[in-house]
């Protein structure tokens, strides 16, 4: 088993958050707590439901452009993942690129993240696998690996990127900056506008997915910070505000009731909405202006068909 940085955040600082996130008019609480053990297993699933394109597509076009990709990369990276997920973009493109040195995924959640290292190992016995468990929101200090690499590739695909308002977007691509360096890069997916509909049926899929997948968050703070949430009281609503260009995630209460949790007491208004999650969704024109505030710039872009979904190299501007 390759060694492990454990940085996971501890119970402490999901209090924290959680009280603050009750007490905020209105409420809301972080979707980085969505990815327990079941939220990520929720997750996947989510990606194989016929709606949600975003998998799908971003997939397609990694393989599509892999060799262009591979040919704009510097040579032996060691490659840097934002959150590891199931490892099959990981997969695609550490088989594409031109001798990659090492592998770090930066993964919140502590099973996604072995399950997917322990799987990429064997089919990559040359790699060095270098796995960190923590926030990546949070500076994290990079495992040195035993052969020294050219440069440091940042991979966060998945639109992820999309799940911070501009404010925390704009921090965290700094803090990527640092950790690429000067010679470093990043490849960035991120899920383009269109039309609300499909965009809204990716986030409201037929079989219940997504719902369970928001709703899971009660049932995870319950275990994790003894919040006595009855996850039957609130339903997922998600909609898409063009305005804002995102999905807007709320878990609405469906009654009058009370949530205690370190001995104080929050009322939810029957049809009271918490704030969960934001998905935005770019141009190249508010992605530019994104990225340009975090001190980086495009060099390269791929899009799907239908400009249905991005891939983009950055690197310091
Ligand atoms: C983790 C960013 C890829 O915002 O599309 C999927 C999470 N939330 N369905 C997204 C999510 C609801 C997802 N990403």
Redesign the pocket.
């Given at each position: 088993m390759p060694p492990l940085t454990d940085l996971h955040p501890t119970p402490d600082d999901i209090l924290g958050d959680t009280l603050e996130g009750l007490s905020s008019t209105p409420k809301r609480l972080s979707?980085k707590y969505?990815y327990d053990a079941r939220g990520s297993q929720l997750?996947e699933q989510?990606t194989r439901q016929p709606e949600?394109y975003?998998?799908r597509v971003e997939l397609a076009l990694l393989e599509a452009s892999m060799p262009a990709i591979a040919a704009a990369v510097n040579d032996c990276p060691h490659v840097v993942e934002y959150?590891s997920g199931s490892g099959r973009k990981t997969r695609l493109l550490l088989a594409g690129l031109a001798d990659p040195v090492a592998y770090t995924p930066i993964e919140i959640s502590r099973s996604a993240l072995l399950a997917s290292v322990e799987r990429l190992a064997e089919a990559f016995p040359g790699i060095e696998m270098l796995p960190v468990c923590a926030d990546f929101t949070q500076p994290v200090p990079l495992p040195r690996p035993e052969r020294e690499a050219g440069h440091t590739l940042v991979f966060f695909p998945?639109?992820?990127l999309?799940?911070f308002t501009a404010d925390a977007a704009e921090s965290l691509l700094c803090s990527m900056r640092k950790t690429m360096g000067a010679r470093g890069q990043a490849l960035v997916g991120i899920?383009l506008v269109k039309d609300a509909a499909t965009i809204e049926a990716?986030?409201n899929d037929a079989a219940g997915v997504?719902a369970a997948?928001?709703l899971n968050l009660l049932t995870r703070l319950n275990r994790d910070v003894g919040t006595d949430f009855q996850p039957d009281g609130f339903r997922h609503q998600?909609r898409y505000v063009s305005e804002r260009e995102r999905?807007e995630?709320f878990l609405v209460s469906t009654r009058d009731q009370e949530v205690q949790v370190d001995g104080r007491r929050f009322h939810f208004q029957d049809g009271e909405a918490m704030q969960v999650?934001y998905?935005h969704k770019y141009t190249d024109a508010s992605f530019q202006a994104l990225i340009a505030r975090a001190g980086l710039k495009v060099v390269e872009r791929w899009n799907a068909p239908g400009d249905a979904f991005g891939l983009r190299l950055l690197q310091p501007a």
């Open positions: 979707s969505f997750f989510i949600y975003l998998t959150g998945g639109s992820t999309g799940n899920d990716a986030y997504t997948f928001t998600a999905i995630t999650e998905s």
